[in-house]
């Protein structure tokens, strides 16, 4: 299977994916709306949530990949096998004494990442009550992590890709079971709980069925394996750490806002959340084995040749997603999360803060892609720079910006941010040597295509506005669909060859079924 193919596999999913939690999202905020009870299930989801992207999207998968790539590509099973079960067991007793830690020290942990909630009690005591509901989720992601990292390091993507379906799924079950008993703040927590051990079984069971060596719980023995790759994670988690900081500067600085300005982040995040799983994160987890592989046996590997590749073929991809973003912003969180309690000066709100963060969007999508090259040659220091960089832009620009603009500050401070760590990581490993001048050109015309996207998409919007859900449902899918004829006709009449190429393999495919 090709890359590309490999791409569409996971990224398809994907797409699935994130519909249903379009659905999960949908269907909080109905029950919710901007409330206080959402702000706390917000601030109590942060840190879990962190962790799944850390295990599942983030360094640890970029570190263990490699290493257990290396144990499987010179025949030695028992000692992958071996490797696997330390690092469960590591990990297990770590997590559960962490899990106990908080829940013991639930109130000032809500305080550690959400500091105004001490001025509203309620916010306080919800979000107490919900960090120790979903807190122990992050024992079992991270456990299933293990045996996802197996999968993906023998080129087993479909468990991985459709893990994330099952799991919205059931939480999109849970909102509804027990709305006479529960609030929906409590059900939801409870539902990220039986996700998570679903998650864990599931990982299990496809590790067993792919007859992968067997992981094992025993006490924690660092041998020479674990402590080599203790030592290739150490700057991983010390970038992890950054990053968690990095991603609760928005939190610590929105929580001193009026109730709802968590709400309107958390939402616009989601939104951004979906393109960039699809192109950042999917070309990154594609990229990782096949490039670990390719090292670890010695191939002669076109390291820049690859990254520039993927680059562009996902910026043709994710430009004209901001576009979109940014020109259906209001209309599209109107119709997904504008019902029940979420208002429309809400809605309007998020959209504003929608705006901001897709800026960022391109530089979030390059991020992944750079850092899972950098990540398979086992470059773990450049990463964690960046990050270091990243967060002390963010934590400076969201003081100077939150008080005159509010969230939307912290949004603007979270885009910047963003660009600053892809610039550091192109300086310091030397991507820009490897900027040639068809790259340049490439990317002038997906941009200049995508600036006549958003006039044409401007100009509609500007002089209709839709009536109802169902005019701006179809408002919206028409935008986008002759919004991404017009992008692609741009391309062509730009003569860009990767655009060409497909219209001719369309044009060869049709001629051929219809003879």
Avoid at 203 to 231: N, Q
Wanted: proline share 3%; charged share 15%; glycine share 6%.
């Amino acid at each position: 299977m090709s890359l590309v193919r490999r791409f569409f596999t996971v990224s398809g999913l994907t797409v699935l994916s994130r519909i249903l939690g379009v659905f999960r999202e949908a269907a909080l905020l109905h029950f919710l709306g901007a409330t206080a009870e959402m702000d706390a299930f917000t601030i109590a989801y942060k840190f879990p949530n962190f962790f799944r992207r850390f295990f599942e999207e983030g360094g640890f998968q970029s570190i263990f990949v490699p290493y257990f790539s290396d144990y499987y590509s010179v025949g030695k099973l028992k000692g992958a096998g071996c490797f696997a079960s330390r690092l469960f067991s590591l990990i297990f007793w770590v997590m559960l004494f962490f899990s106990i830690l908080v829940f013991v020290f639930a109130k000032q942990f809500a305080i550690l990442m959400a500091p105004g909630f001490i001025n509203s009690p309620e916010k306080l005591a919800l979000a107490v009550e919900f960090t120790r509901i979903i807190f122990p989720t992050v024992m079992f992601i991270s456990l299933s992590t293990i045996y996802s990292g197996m999968l993906i390091s023998r080129k087993v993507f479909f468990p991985y890709a459709m893990a994330p379906v099952w799991v919205n799924a059931i939480l999109i079950g849970s909102l509804f079971i027990g709305k006479d008993i529960l609030s929906a703040g409590r059900r939801i927590s409870y539902g990220l709980l039986a996700a998570a051990i679903f998650l864990y079984l599931y990982m299990l069971l496809h590790s067993r069925r792919e007859k992968l060596p067997r992981v094992s719980l025993s006490s924690i023995k660092l041998t020479t394996g674990i402590k080599r790759f203790l030592k290739k994670l150490t700057p991983v988690l010390v970038g992890a750490g950054i990053a968690q900081v990095n991603v609760f500067t928005g939190s610590w600085f929105a929580s001193i806002l009026p109730t709802g300005c968590i709400t309107y982040i958390y939402c616009a995040d989601r939104f951004v959340q979906l393109p960039l799983a699809l192109f950042g994160i999917s070309m990154g987890l594609v990229l990782l084995p096949e490039i670990s592989e390719s090292l670890a046996v010695k191939k002669n590997t076109d390291l820049k040749g690859i990254r520039n590749r993927s680059l562009l073929f996902t910026m043709r991809l994710t430009f004209p997603s901001v576009i979109g973003l940014i020109a259906l912003s209001y209309h599209m969180i109107s119709l997904i999360y504008g019902h029940g309690k979420f208002t429309e000066d809400a809605a309007r709100s998020t959209s504003y803060v929608l705006k901001i963060v897709s800026i960022g969007l391109p530089a979030y999508v390059a991020s992944k892609i750079i850092s899972s090259v950098l990540f398979a040659q086992k470059d773990a220091k450049t990463p964690v720079l960046a990050a270091i960089i990243s967060i002390a832009t963010n934590i400076v620009l969201s003081f100077i910006l939150v008080f005159p603009f509010k969230e939307l500050g912290i949004a603007a401070a979270n885009a910047i941010a963003g660009f600053a760590n892809v610039y550091f990581m192109c300086r310091r490993s030397g991507w820009w040597s490897s900027v040639d001048k068809a790259m340049i050109v490439n990317l002038i015309k997906i941009a200049g295509s995508s600036i006549v996207m958003m006039i044409f998409l401007l100009v509609i919007t500007t002089y209709f506005e839709p009536n109802g859900k169902v005019e701006e449902m179809l408002f919206i899918a028409a935008a986008i669909l002759i919004g991404i004829g017009v992008y692609v006709f741009s391309l062509y009449f730009l003569k860009d060859e990767s655009t060409r190429a497909c219209i001719r393999l369309i044009r060869q495919r049709i001629s051929h079924n219809d003879r």
